[in-house]
RNA sequence: GGGCCUCUAGCUCAGGUGGUUAGAGCGUACCCCUGAUAAGGGUAAGGUCUCUGGUUCGAGUCCAGAGAGGCCCA
């Protein structure tokens, strides 16, 4: 006789092999046919709600690991809020002006900027954007990340646009925008000004000068006193304004060809550039550069003066040790002219000459008043040297001519003006981790004010207007708000497509002039400024402001964690966000930085397509991501198996419950066994605990939190002990239909506490728990697990604790070779103290250790192996015990009933009621 | 060069306010089971807590330096 077919084996239709990156496809489709995500929300309508608001990623490639870490983060976080009931809509966003995607345009379509229209780059620029928003959100969907795909915000949109200009309208009004000159990279040849990424490096010829400048007062007592600087440009002299030198540093003076010199002392000793001056003079003094602020010097061939200025920058070991600073032709000349108030003279104009500014260089283009220049300095005694370096310098990357920095008016938002309120927004808000608060601080204190205007076409113009008579700027919120409702209908276009007139919707005239000609400020926002307001743009007026939480990656402190603080404090006076969380990067497994340069890179989608999106999302939630997270096939093999252990209990316990009905059987938790109350009462920890971990957003905490109950509690001991009940009591005895309520209920809870993180085999499981066990025709559609009551069960925990001493010695045993099994063992418990415990709960013992019988005796027995409970000597040991062996249930008992089988009593009844025996 | 951060067993992570033999899981080795079976149970071996100094009766835990790595700036 077959006695397998007459026990309640585990069946199920739920797969052992998860085949994920085919399974999980599927079960997207049913997300999308079910509109589960849409479900979620409606169910939570009414309920508190939690936004979490969307960093804009830029549309210009495909995902990285970066931007799977970023949108599974931000999906774990929302799938808890809306299990947990509240409601919490993800509308996910695209960063999609800017200079990347305007590039990509001009070189995928073989664009001539000179040839054709603004709105025709623009269009092109907009069909890239598109494409890449387009590609990127079907990866994210392929992670399994629920978002309201179907209405993102793209800052391209109309109303994102005009929500842009509106605030900096308000930004205007607040009195936090104004308009300076400052340098930037400036291509003569293409006459424009180029941004970072547009230039390349290449070497070039240049002039290599050192130039004197007389002092201007005594200084140590002495005159004819003589500051020497070095520099390779000599045609930004005529912009001098100050002469840097590094503070708290070693100065001399020395004397050379009868005049006398000042120079850094490292400087002398080692600079190249000095060395013509170095073996043919004697140093005369020595002091400290401090003495030199304030100090001026004469110009050398123009009527000014030059003041001296500290400059941490200064490089002591080339040049001189003493800078030239034109605040007007470089950015740190231009930082220190701010610091020091410093006029920014720019006396060349868009083709790289000379305006009338300069009487003797009018109209020369810098290249010829290179040489000029040095003519006046020889010929007044101001040159000391004089050669040729080749060096590395900037071109342009259209042209490949060199470029040179020129200072234009540009606008700005003053940063300094609200630095106070900013450093008293960041104490309101909670950072994770917390050193966050500090950095955010410290970045804010050293931040310079925010140059906002680009001169490009991809992206949103500057919404002000010129007077044509006398060239004030019209920055006037009365007229940036009919720009704004004008765009909101008609996309930003409009700007290069109507005529002033067009904009301008009642009298308006110059304030300064009176004026009423008026031309467009053709410059547009930098593209951080952009999102910047995305706060303003998508949480006001619509999900609430400000919102719970941003969860960026670390670069945002800088970045748009820093730039959206600063809208928000100009434009309400408060941050735009309760909480700021920050993750890592993704390293390779050496912990490097993954470049395509090191071949060191992986795909996110290539590992989705090789394991499944579960297994990265898995990887994810098990790290401790606010530091960098190390990724590699190696260790993607180890969350495997942690994957498998999962899905395997999660099986075991679906197949144990096949013939189960919650309506039919529902037990009240008093009435339960002891395990169960034991086993609940483990599982009611674990989700106080999980809850705990995952508000604090400790998601590797969480997930191993699960998994070590698992492990240690479900699958070592409950599932384990109970297989006996499942298999061999009657499948409709109490027992047993105690054991599957229970493990209905924990498999329910555990698939809904895993959702977050292992959505599409929680759903999966889902679909397998017999349908009249659910509610719900999806597991993110429940709410988050409830808790009952169990009281009485903490004397239980004494006996597994003594379990778990005891194996140890029962390995013992075992090694011996005389037993090979608990099953087939006898367990003898001496103990004096605690008798009774263990005398009362010897059917506990015996069912927890599997052991064929167990005595307990009221002595100590010394010689034995112990465990301590107690502070007392439990003694032990194993026997084998001369019991027999049901072939049904593989018990050992002391007398089994024989027909043609030899079985238990139990299994006997078992036989008997299903017609064994008839 | 500056700001912030990280560094505990082969791997992934725990180790409030300093205090007895530094904890888990995975992996490894070995054993058991063969009615969770390309599964299940158990035992064991692995760490001078990156290094060097210091404070202390006592430091993985506090302080100072160094090294390696990361982000952001210059």
Sequence with gaps: MDLSKTVNLPKTDFPMKANLPIVEPNIIDFWNENRIYYKALTKNKANKSRILHDGPPYSNGKIHLGHALNKILKDIVVKYWTLKGFYSPFIPGWDTHGLP??????????????????????????????????????????????????????????????????????LAKNGYIYRELKPVYWCYDCETSLADAEIEYKEKKSPSIVVSFELSTKFKDLDNLYALIWTTTPWTLPANVAIAYKPNSSYVIIEYQGKKYIV?????????????????????????????????????????????????????????GLVHTAPGHGYEDYLTGKKYDLPILSPVDKEGKFTEEIDFLKGLHIDKANDVIIEVLEKNGNLLFKSF????????????????????????????????????????????????????????????????SRQRVWGVFIPVLFCKNCGESIVDPDLIENIASIVEKEGSDVWWEKEVKYFIHKSLHCPKCGGSEFEKEKDIFDVWFESAVSHFAVLYNNLGHPCELYLEGADQYRGWFQVSLITSVGIFGYPPYNKVLTHGWVLDQEGRAMHKSLGNVIDPMEIVEEYGADILRLYFASSEYTNDIKMSKNTLNVVVEMYKKIRNTIRFMLGNIHDFDINQWKVNFNDLPVLEKYILSKHYQLIDKVEEYIEKFEFHRYVYEIYDYIVHILSAIYLDVRKDVLYTFDKDSFERRAAQFVILKILKDLLIMLFPVLSFTCEQAWKNIPLHNVSSVSCYLQSWPQKDKITDVEFYQKIVDFYKEVLPIFEKYKNSGLIKTTNESLLKIYTDQNYRFFEENKKLIKELFKVSDVFVFNEQKNDLDYVVIDNNNIFVEFEKSNYHKCERCWNYYPELKDYNIKVCGRCFDVLQKIGMFA
């Design 389 to 452: 370096i080749t060096h590395s310098y900037p071109h342009c990357w259209r042209c490949h001519n060199p470029v040179i920095f020129r200072a234009t008016y540009q606008w700005f938002l003053d940063v300094e003006k609200m630095k106070e309120s900013l450093i008293n927004s960041v104490n309101k808000v909670e950072w994770f981790p917390s050193w966050g608060e500090e950095r955010m601080k410290k970045m804010i204190e050293n931040r310079p004010d925010w140059c906002l």
């Design 264 to 320: 850094a002392k490292e400087a002398y000793f080692n600079a190249e550039q000095l060395k013509f001056l170095r073996d043919s003079s004697v140093i005369l003094a020595d002091f400290t550069s401090d003495e030199l602020l304030n100090l001026t010097a004469k110009h050398p061939f123009l009527n000014r003066l030059s003041i001296f200025v500290p400059a941490d920058y200064v490089d002591l070991n080339n040049g001189t």
């Design 101 to 170: 995607n305007e590039k990509a345009a001009i070189s995928t379509y073989n664009i001539d900027r000179k040839k054709v229209s603004e709105v025709y780059i623009r269009e092109k620029s907009k069909e890239i954007a598109v494409y890449y928003s387009e590609i990127q959100k079907g990866q994210f969907k392929r992670l399994g990340v629920f978002a309201d795909w179907e209405n993102p915000y793209l800052t391209l949109n109309p109303s994102y646009e005009a929500a842009i200009i509106r605030a900096f309208g308000s």
